[in-house]
């Protein structure tokens, strides 16, 4: 093990027990602190902002725990890919026998191949925030050509994934998510993409108010399968 890595501390907090977080598997969440963007319509700006309160040696010892209860874990955030512990952490988890499902917005291409190449996840959530000419606004990012290398890579790779897009009316439209569509159709992604609605708190990373109204599902593009959550 890498020095002191028992005792670093980058895991927010946990979900103790989810059915609906990673499909088919009983899992728990694992929420790390710290991202490498600033979405506008992040719910959970206390995590992106805040720091780790449980030691990787206290999660391992959690996981141990639920052996047999459990068949799974989700790295979710915050950013799990930005966390320098991952691979080593993913590598601890796959002994104690747990299937990985890793929650990220892809800008990490390179960890993320890594991860794969040692078979140390087994499924992934792609957040496509928004179209490029958006990108920026919402995520105060810049880098969004890393996103479109790790979308390319699971493609190709056929690795088991599934893209994302949360929605907010007042910052993508019908037009935005068929550009979404659109791109992912061309880069012959043969998934499902689900829409998620805004999930409205009061501490979001800026001030917005209730998403004012729903898409128009009858004007979204059906060039590949969309399903809606929430």
Known sequence: MKKNF?????????????????????????????CNMRCSYCYNSDIVHGEGTL????FLNFLKSRKGKLDAVVLSGGECTINPDILE?????????????????????????????????????????APIDKFKLITKNSQIENFYKTLDMLIEKNFPFETRTTVHSD?????????IINDLNKRKYNGTHFIQNYLHVDEVMEK???SPRLLNKKLISNQIPVEYRN
């Open 6 to 34: 028992l005792a670093r501390k980058n895991i927010f907090d946990i979900t103790k027990f989810t059915t609906v977080d990673y499909p088919n598997h009983l899992a728990c969440i694992a929420w790390f602190a710290k």
């Open 55 to 58: 030691s990787n040696e206290e």
């Open 89 to 129: 952490l993913c590598e601890e988890i796959k002994e104690l026998d747990f299937k990985i499902k890793i929650d990220t917005n892809g800008l990490n291409p390179d960890i993320i191949k890594e991860l794969i190449e040692f078979n140390l996840l087994d499924f992934i959530a792609l957040d496509y925030k």
């Open 171 to 179: 910052i993508l439209d019908e037009n935005d998510i068929n550009t």
């Open 208 to 210: 917005l108010h209730s």
